[in-house]
């Protein structure tokens, strides 16, 4: 019997704060209110689970794993007119999964690209999905697709075959039909599928598909899918979505975070025509005709909260190191050798400590729901990078089964980890179930984009280190205060060393973002490199590589190099140059850098960016560019300016006006040199190419000034007077 088909294990990194967090909201959920939403008959719900063992389950709440579908069926249609239809969870946010998806089909399957169209994240039609998040999307799910399309060929050539009375291993596959070649009959992919032979055939375990090599339509840069639509302004996001009888929904927000209801009078405001008010807990809101008819209902209303007092960004950095917490986990703590002997026999030691603050995503498209009811069943369009988890929220919290929640995601416009969790759907389912069957739109504002959703958690992190007189590691000790473990461990190589992770109570709502913790472990990790090879008279670049074993890695330095034309002259006063390496999810990342300082002027400028990127065998190079580059600038943001300032529980500053992230004018000259490795399984790409950014301009900084920088953001200017 064939076993169900399972993607690889996944261990959850412990910065995904939001994976074990309760839903933003908790409802009353009166029995009597859902008897009026299903009507008359016998009513089975749903039990929602036990908030504490939830928290308790083998894995977080909200994350788990289910047994994909073992038919071919489930995940590849082929239609009477030539059409192939993949079924895939994931969720296209910018990320370009649509195009490469389809790329992967048409290749193993022997189809022109043209004729293949993706599903995405819709919980009603695609296999589940534990969400589109850690880079997983090309090396779990490409493989999947590969291993059912080859299984899908080869059954129509089996079917071929037996129709014609010949050997199928004679027969060959391609441009959509099986053809003989000692007789040049040939049948359609359309003709041979009529009878839906796919779904009585298992995707084999093992993966009998064409190597990186031998592809033809993957590997090729092939345009975006539905790039005129993006750029025309044709594509409907969620924000965009009017279905008949669409009405408008808004939420009051507390004035502060943890804020409680104590008062609450909406005498007033029911008088308005056409509105709908919704209270339940602390949860307040209105649905009206129109977007500006809600925000007036709201202000109609009387409500006092109870506050607390709550710590601001000047003191983060000090009570993330007083409240550590203890832990038993051993995934928390890695020892090798002796760092007090290595520190004994070292030439050189080096102790530092670098911060990292809190920033936003700042996706454009901001949290945006369309909610319907339609008698028990809920359907919600939402971008989201989780599906499956969204709808089992509301699933949960609305006491339906899970087959009665729908939950479909448009091509969402970016997310970067910021959309894993429910909110804005939630909200929108909620209020749409007092709508009378109408369906509700909810889209967040910027500033409730910046204000309640979550960051990218602070962090302190504390290097203590060690070099031989020929500039050999020989002590590395390193720890990371709240924001994670991502890429905490060294790559390079050291015979003595401790890393660990330290747990704090969170105090702003925190969570997954581009990288997790790999950009603040690779910051803190790079600059003290720099710091190391200056103390031993070597150039950054000839000291990473004296202290590397991982081919990989010295593959992209060294391409990154030649590039960038390292090491270089300066040929002007101000002039820096800096360099950071790594890897992180199977992809490896060097950075070049070069900054112009003006001391007069109190200006500094990235003036170049060389990136050189491996990531195994690529399989779109123009989606991987575009990929690299974007990343390479959001990077900058958290380089040199974003930050997020907070104090008693407010958010000051809470709109892009504010809130500072890279514009045109901001860009240096980028380079993106991809290193394509066929001999490689394809990795993921979506988070590594960001990792680098910081400090190789932190240590172009130095190279300038002499200055060294240990916080991020490393606001340059400041230090310049």
Not at 700 to 707: E, G, I, S, Y
Request: charged share 20%; glycine share 8%.
């Amino acid at each position: 019997m064939n076993k169900p088909a399972k993607l690889e294990p996944f261990l959850l990194e412990p910065e995904r704060y939001e994976f074990r967090a309760l839903p933003m909201h908790q409802f009353a959920l009166a029995r009597r209110d859902f008897f009026k939403l299903l009507g008359a008959g016998i009513a089975v719900f749903a039990v929602a689970k036990d908030l504490a063992a939830q928290e308790t389950a083998p894995g977080p709440r909200g994350f788990h794993s289910e047994e994909l579908p073992k038919e071919i069926g489930a995940w590849l249609h082929i239609g009477e007119d030539g059409t192939v239809t993949g079924f895939v969870g994931k969720a296209e946010m910018g990320q370009n999964v649509r195009t490469a998806l389809a790329q992967t089909i048409a290749d193993e399957l022997g189809v022109p690209f043209e004729r293949v169209h993706m599903v995405l994240a819709d919980t009603a039609l695609t296999p589940w999905d534990a969400g589109t998040f850690g880079s997983r999307t090309t090396p779990t799910i490409t493989p999947q697709l590969r291993r059912v399309a080859a299984a899908a060929r080869d059954l129509l050539r089996e079917k071929a075959a037996k129709e014609w009375n010949v050997p199928a291993d004679k027969l060959i596959a391609g441009d959509g039909k099986i053809t003989d070649p000692a007789s040049g009959r040939s049948l359609r992919y359309s003709d041979l599928a009529r009878e839906d032979v796919t779904d009585h055939r298992t995707p084999p375990a093992s993966d009998p598909v064409k190597p990186a090599p031998q592809w033809t339509v993957a590997g090729t840069p092939i345009p975006k899918v539905d790039a005129r639509a993006f750029v025309t302004g044709s594509h409907l996001y969620s924000t965009d979505l009017r279905p008949e009888g669409l009405l408008h929904g808004k939420v009051l927000r507390p004035p502060s975070f943890g804020a409680t209801l104590i008062a609450y009078d909406d005498s007033e405001a029911k008088v308005q025509p056409d509105v709908v008010l919704v209270h339940d807990g602390d949860f307040v809101g209105a649905v009206a005709p129109t977007v500006a008819a809600a925000e007036e209902a709201l202000s109609a209303i009387h409500v006092q909260w109870k506050e607390a007092p709550q710590i601001s960004d000047q003191e983060i950095f000090s009570y993330l190191k007083k409240n550590a917490q203890p832990s038993s986990e051993e995934r928390f703590r890695q020892t090798k050798g002796s760092v007090a002997e290595g520190l004994a026999y070292a030439a050189h030691k080096l102790d530092a400590s670098y911060n990292v603050a809190y920033i936003a995503h700042a996706p454009l498209e901001p949290r945006a729901a369309v909610a319907q009811w339609t008698a028990s069943k809920l359907t919600v369009w939402m971008g989201t990078q989780r599906p499956f988890a969204v709808r089992d929220d509301l699933a949960d919290i609305f006491h339906v089964p899970e087959a009665n929640v729908r939950v479909i995601v448009p091509d969402t416009g970016s997310a970067y980890g910021g959309k894993h969790t429910s909110d804005a759907g939630l909200e929108a389912a909620r209020l749409a179930r007092a709508a009378g069957g109408h369906p509700v739109k909810l889209v967040w504002t910027r500033e409730e984009e910046f204000t309640w959703a979550y960051f990218r958690p602070a962090g302190v992190i504390e290097v203590k280190s060690g070099i031989a007189a020929d500039g050999k590691l020989t002590a590395w000790e390193f720890h990371n205060y709240h924001s994670g473990m991502s890429a905490i461990e060294t790559p390079y190589v050291v015979a003595n060393q401790f890393t660990q992770y330290h747990q704090v109570p969170l105090v702003l709502r925190s969570g997954s973002y581009r990288g997790l913790a790999a950009t603040a472990n690779h910051f803190a990790r790079e600059t003290h490199m720099d710091s190391l090879a200056r103390l031993a008279s070597m150039d950054p670049l000839q000291f990473r590589l004296h202290n590397l074993a991982d081919q990989r890695m010295r593959t992209v330095l060294e391409a990154g190099a030649k590039a960038f034309g390292w090491p270089r002259q300066k040929s002007a006063e101000g002039q820096g140059f800096g360099v950071a390496a790594g890897n992180e999810k199977g992809s490896y990342v060097a950075t070049f850098a070069e900054i112009s300082v003006d001391r007069k002027a109190g200006v500094v400028q990235v003036k170049k960016l060389v990136e050189a990127f491996e990531c195994g065998a690529i399989v779109n190079p123009d989606g991987l560019r575009n990929q690299v580059v974007g990343a390479m600038i959001q990077g900058m943001g958290g380089a040199l300016f974003e930050a997020i300032q907070f104090q008693n529980g407010k958010i000051t500053n809470a709109h892009f006006s504010s809130y500072r992230v890279p514009r045109f004018r901001d860009l240096p000259q980028i380079e993106a040199v991809l290193v394509n490795r066929t001999d490689i399984p394809s990795a993921g790409a979506g988070e590594t190419p960001i990792m680098a950014i910081a400090p190789a301009i932190g240590n172009a900084f130095f190279d300038a000034t002499k200055v060294r920088l240990t916080n991020l953001p490393l606001q340059p200017e400041r230090y310049l007077a």
